[in-house]
Every structure is written in C-alpha cells, then in structure tokens.
C-alpha cells in the first residue's frame, strides 16, 4: 500500500457552511490524516494523506462538496511528497 499527500484548494460556498467539518467527517471515515483551512481569501485548503484509493475517494466527496449547504465552483488538486499528519484537524 503506497501511501500519498495530496493538497486541495477549493473555491466556491466553502466557508460558513459547515465544510471544514463535513469535510472533517468524511476524511476520518476514509481513515485519511491531515488538515482542512479557512483562508483569508474565501476558499479552504486541505491537506491529506492515505492510500491513493481513499485519497481518491475523498477527493469525489471533496469536489461535490461534503456540506449539504456548499457547493463548489473551483477544484485544484496537487500531488506532494509524502508528509505525516496524527490526525485530520481543522488548521487555524
């Protein structure tokens, strides 16, 4: 099992939403470690890691946006070299 480190940048209706937390929720499902974040400009940054697979899958959840009430406009997803996270947090 080959483990990754993607970075995920999201524009849209991402803050105020409850998408750090459903974003949260559904990487600790997949077992995925890392972090999501709020930033100044009105998108939210994540950081993961875990197996290419759940990364994948997250990744679709991520797109379509985990909060009931946002909805994404903009996706970039970056390949990283591998980092160690102990769990999947909100960054501040």
Not at 12 to 30: D, E, P, S
Not at 39 to 66: R, W
Not at 79 to 86: G, K
Request: glycine share 8%; aromatic share 12%.
């Amino acid at each position: 099992m080959t483990l990754k480190t993607i970075s995920i940048n999201v524009t849209g209706i991402v803050q105020g939403v409850g998408f750090r937390y459903y974003t949260i929720k559904a990487a600790r499902k997949l077992d995925l470690t890392g972090w999501v974040k709020n930033l100044p400009d009105g998108s939210v940054q994540i950081m993961a890691t875990g197996p290419a697979e759940q990364l994948d899958q997250f990744s679709a959840v991520v797109k379509k946006s985990p909060a009931p009430a946002g909805k994404v406009t903009n996706f970039t997803i970056n390949y990283l070299p591998y980092h160690t996270f102990d769990d999947f947090n909100v960054k501040y």
